[in-house]
Protein backbone atom coordinates (compact mmCIF):
# COMPACT_ATOMS: atom_id res chain seq x y z
CA UNK A 1 0.00 0.00 0.00
CA UNK A 2 1.24 3.76 -0.54
CA UNK A 3 2.29 5.85 2.55
CA UNK A 4 2.19 9.03 2.76
CA UNK A 5 3.52 10.58 5.82
CA UNK A 6 3.10 14.12 7.05
CA UNK A 7 5.21 14.85 10.07
CA UNK A 8 2.42 16.78 12.24
CA UNK A 9 -1.03 15.87 12.88
CA UNK A 10 -1.67 18.63 14.77
CA UNK A 11 0.44 22.20 14.84
CA UNK A 12 0.31 25.10 16.27
CA UNK A 13 2.49 28.15 15.51
CA UNK A 14 3.06 31.74 15.98
CA UNK A 15 2.15 34.69 13.80
CA UNK A 16 5.55 35.84 11.52
CA UNK A 17 7.10 32.49 12.35
CA UNK A 18 8.63 30.71 9.19
CA UNK A 19 6.60 27.24 9.45
CA UNK A 20 7.76 23.69 7.92
CA UNK A 21 5.47 20.92 6.56
CA UNK A 22 6.72 17.92 5.81
CA UNK A 23 5.70 15.03 3.76
CA UNK A 24 7.27 11.47 2.78
CA UNK A 25 5.96 8.83 0.48
CA UNK A 26 7.14 5.38 0.49
CA UNK A 27 6.10 4.49 -3.48
CA UNK A 28 8.64 5.87 -5.89
CA UNK A 29 6.11 8.49 -7.12
CA UNK A 30 7.29 11.10 -9.49
CA UNK A 31 4.46 13.66 -8.21
CA UNK A 32 3.83 15.32 -5.05
CA UNK A 33 0.97 17.60 -3.93
CA UNK A 34 0.21 20.28 -0.98
CA UNK A 35 -3.09 21.45 -0.76
CA UNK A 36 -5.56 23.67 1.83
CA UNK A 37 -8.48 22.69 2.89
CA UNK A 38 -10.88 25.31 4.47
CA UNK A 39 -15.00 24.76 5.09
CA UNK A 40 -16.79 25.91 2.04
CA UNK A 41 -14.03 26.46 -0.08
CA UNK A 42 -13.09 22.79 -0.73
CA UNK A 43 -9.28 21.73 -1.33
CA UNK A 44 -7.37 24.45 -3.61
CA UNK A 45 -3.93 23.30 -4.65
CA UNK A 46 -0.86 25.43 -3.65
CA UNK A 47 2.10 24.07 -4.98
CA UNK A 48 3.15 20.99 -6.92
CA UNK A 49 6.09 18.65 -7.62
CA UNK A 50 6.21 16.34 -10.82
CA UNK A 51 10.30 15.72 -10.46
CA UNK A 52 13.30 16.34 -8.03
CA UNK A 53 13.69 20.26 -7.70
CA UNK A 54 11.04 20.80 -10.44
CA UNK A 55 8.23 22.56 -8.54
CA UNK A 56 4.88 24.41 -10.32
CA UNK A 57 2.68 26.74 -8.72
CA UNK A 58 -0.94 25.60 -8.14
CA UNK A 59 -4.01 27.93 -7.50
CA UNK A 60 -3.02 29.98 -3.78
CA UNK A 61 0.96 30.16 -3.60
CA UNK A 62 1.07 33.76 -2.31
CA UNK A 63 2.75 33.19 0.93
CA UNK A 64 4.01 29.94 0.70
CA UNK A 65 7.23 27.94 -1.14
CA UNK A 66 8.22 24.61 -1.53
CA UNK A 67 11.18 22.40 -1.45
CA UNK A 68 11.98 18.89 -3.38
CA UNK A 69 15.41 18.28 -2.60
CA UNK A 70 14.80 14.26 -2.40
CA UNK A 71 12.33 12.47 -4.84
CA UNK A 72 10.65 11.29 -1.74
CA UNK A 73 10.00 14.19 0.58
CA UNK A 74 7.92 17.50 -0.22
CA UNK A 75 8.00 20.34 2.45
CA UNK A 76 5.79 23.12 2.21
CA UNK A 77 6.98 26.45 3.69
CA UNK A 78 5.11 28.96 5.03
CA UNK A 79 7.42 31.99 4.94
CA UNK A 80 6.45 34.31 7.55
CA UNK A 81 3.40 32.46 8.87
CA UNK A 82 -0.28 34.77 9.28
CA UNK A 83 -3.44 33.98 10.87
CA UNK A 84 -5.07 33.20 7.29
CA UNK A 85 -3.13 30.51 6.71
CA UNK A 86 -4.71 28.93 9.76
CA UNK A 87 -6.09 25.60 7.85
CA UNK A 88 -5.91 21.99 7.19
CA UNK A 89 -2.84 21.17 5.20
CA UNK A 90 -3.22 17.79 2.61
CA UNK A 91 -0.10 16.13 0.95
CA UNK A 92 -0.31 13.60 -1.76
CA UNK A 93 1.28 11.69 -4.30
CA UNK A 94 0.78 9.83 -7.86
CA UNK A 95 2.54 8.11 -10.19
CA UNK A 96 2.91 8.67 -13.91
CA UNK A 97 0.32 7.36 -15.76
CA UNK A 98 -2.76 9.23 -16.35
CA UNK A 99 -4.82 7.02 -14.59
CA UNK A 100 -3.38 7.01 -11.28
CA UNK A 101 -4.96 8.65 -8.55
CA UNK A 102 -3.09 10.68 -5.95
CA UNK A 103 -2.54 9.30 -2.32
CA UNK A 104 -3.02 11.73 0.61
CA UNK A 105 -1.17 11.63 4.05
CA UNK A 106 -3.35 12.15 7.12
CA UNK A 107 -3.29 15.99 6.56
CA UNK A 108 -1.63 18.91 9.16
CA UNK A 109 -4.06 20.86 11.04
CA UNK A 110 -1.90 24.10 11.29
CA UNK A 111 -3.20 26.91 13.84
CA UNK A 112 -1.61 30.40 13.52
CA UNK A 113 -1.90 32.01 16.73
CA UNK B 1 -10.70 25.86 -17.46
CA UNK B 2 -11.72 22.57 -16.33
CA UNK B 3 -15.06 23.04 -13.45
CA UNK B 4 -16.50 20.27 -11.01
CA UNK B 5 -19.76 20.92 -9.35
CA UNK B 6 -20.95 18.99 -7.01
CA UNK B 7 -24.72 20.25 -6.13
CA UNK B 8 -25.40 18.42 -3.02
CA UNK B 9 -23.96 19.96 -0.39
CA UNK B 10 -25.33 16.97 2.38
CA UNK B 11 -27.77 14.50 2.18
CA UNK B 12 -29.20 11.51 4.69
CA UNK B 13 -29.14 7.61 3.51
CA UNK B 14 -30.54 5.16 5.22
CA UNK B 15 -28.43 2.35 6.42
CA UNK B 16 -28.66 -0.74 3.51
CA UNK B 17 -29.69 1.86 1.02
CA UNK B 18 -28.23 2.68 -2.20
CA UNK B 19 -27.43 6.75 -2.06
CA UNK B 20 -26.22 8.63 -5.60
CA UNK B 21 -23.91 11.33 -5.17
CA UNK B 22 -23.82 13.77 -8.35
CA UNK B 23 -21.21 15.41 -10.17
CA UNK B 24 -21.08 17.07 -12.96
CA UNK B 25 -17.71 18.60 -15.16
CA UNK B 26 -17.28 20.92 -17.66
CA UNK B 27 -13.93 20.68 -19.88
CA UNK B 28 -13.01 21.13 -23.88
CA UNK B 29 -10.24 18.30 -23.78
CA UNK B 30 -11.75 14.87 -25.20
CA UNK B 31 -8.96 13.28 -22.64
CA UNK B 32 -9.69 13.26 -18.99
CA UNK B 33 -10.07 11.12 -15.81
CA UNK B 34 -12.70 11.42 -12.93
CA UNK B 35 -11.90 10.24 -10.08
CA UNK B 36 -13.88 9.89 -6.15
CA UNK B 37 -12.21 10.76 -2.47
CA UNK B 38 -14.07 9.39 0.74
CA UNK B 39 -12.82 12.10 3.45
CA UNK B 40 -14.15 10.41 7.23
CA UNK B 41 -14.33 12.82 10.23
CA UNK B 42 -10.62 11.91 11.10
CA UNK B 43 -9.51 14.18 7.62
CA UNK B 44 -7.53 11.36 5.27
CA UNK B 45 -8.70 10.97 1.56
CA UNK B 46 -9.31 7.59 0.45
CA UNK B 47 -9.16 7.06 -3.07
CA UNK B 48 -12.69 5.16 -4.17
CA UNK B 49 -12.72 4.96 -7.63
CA UNK B 50 -11.59 6.18 -11.28
CA UNK B 51 -13.30 6.74 -14.47
CA UNK B 52 -11.43 7.41 -17.62
CA UNK B 53 -13.21 9.38 -20.49
CA UNK B 54 -12.58 6.73 -23.34
CA UNK B 55 -13.66 3.58 -21.21
CA UNK B 56 -16.30 1.95 -22.35
CA UNK B 57 -18.03 0.39 -19.75
CA UNK B 58 -18.53 2.23 -15.97
CA UNK B 59 -16.18 1.69 -13.26
CA UNK B 60 -17.27 -0.82 -10.38
CA UNK B 61 -15.15 -1.34 -7.24
CA UNK B 62 -16.93 -2.96 -4.88
CA UNK B 63 -20.12 -1.01 -3.39
CA UNK B 64 -18.96 1.72 -5.29
CA UNK B 65 -19.86 1.86 -9.19
CA UNK B 66 -20.10 5.18 -11.07
CA UNK B 67 -22.82 6.62 -13.70
CA UNK B 68 -21.39 7.93 -16.42
CA UNK B 69 -22.81 9.83 -19.17
CA UNK B 70 -20.10 11.49 -20.88
CA UNK B 71 -22.56 12.85 -23.43
CA UNK B 72 -24.18 14.83 -20.12
CA UNK B 73 -20.80 15.40 -18.96
CA UNK B 74 -21.82 13.39 -15.54
CA UNK B 75 -20.06 11.44 -13.12
CA UNK B 76 -22.58 10.26 -10.27
CA UNK B 77 -21.05 7.92 -7.84
CA UNK B 78 -23.77 5.35 -6.63
CA UNK B 79 -22.98 4.04 -3.34
CA UNK B 80 -25.22 0.00 -2.43
CA UNK B 81 -25.67 -1.52 0.39
CA UNK B 82 -25.27 1.54 2.63
CA UNK B 83 -23.55 1.58 6.05
CA UNK B 84 -22.17 3.67 8.89
CA UNK B 85 -18.76 3.70 7.94
CA UNK B 86 -19.60 5.48 4.84
CA UNK B 87 -20.48 8.50 6.79
CA UNK B 88 -18.41 11.24 4.82
CA UNK B 89 -17.66 14.12 2.77
CA UNK B 90 -17.33 12.58 -0.41
CA UNK B 91 -15.63 14.73 -2.91
CA UNK B 92 -15.33 14.15 -7.31
CA UNK B 93 -12.56 15.40 -8.93
CA UNK B 94 -11.25 15.39 -12.69
CA UNK B 95 -7.80 15.70 -14.26
CA UNK B 96 -7.43 16.60 -17.70
CA UNK B 97 -5.08 14.42 -19.55
CA UNK B 98 -3.97 16.71 -22.29
CA UNK B 99 -2.43 19.96 -20.09
CA UNK B 100 -2.33 18.70 -16.42
CA UNK B 101 1.12 18.61 -16.11
CA UNK B 102 2.29 16.68 -13.12
CA UNK B 103 -0.89 14.70 -12.42
CA UNK B 104 -3.22 17.65 -11.40
CA UNK B 105 -6.76 17.01 -9.52
CA UNK B 106 -9.24 19.78 -9.79
CA UNK B 107 -11.96 18.70 -7.02
CA UNK B 108 -15.57 19.71 -6.80
CA UNK B 109 -16.85 21.45 -3.63
CA UNK B 110 -17.99 17.95 -1.93
CA UNK B 111 -21.08 16.18 -0.50
CA UNK B 112 -21.30 15.61 3.44
CA UNK B 113 -23.26 11.79 3.56
CA UNK B 114 -24.83 10.50 6.70
CA UNK B 115 -25.88 7.30 6.85
CA UNK B 116 -28.55 6.56 9.39
CA UNK B 117 -29.20 3.21 11.09
Known amino acids: DVKVTQSSRYLVKRTGEKVFLECVQD?????MFWYRQDPGLGLRLIYF???????EKGDIPEGYSVSREKKERFSLILESASTNQTSMYLC????????????FGDGTRLSIL | AQKITQTQPGMFVQEKEAVTLDCTYDTSDPSYGLFWYKQPSSGEMIFLIYQGSYDQQNATEGRYSLNFQKARKSANLVISASQLGDSAMYFCAMRDMIKAAGNKLTFGGGTRVLVKP
Open chain 1, 27 to 31: MDHEN
Open chain 1, 49 to 55: SYDVKMK
Open chain 1, 92 to 103: ASSGMGSNQPQH
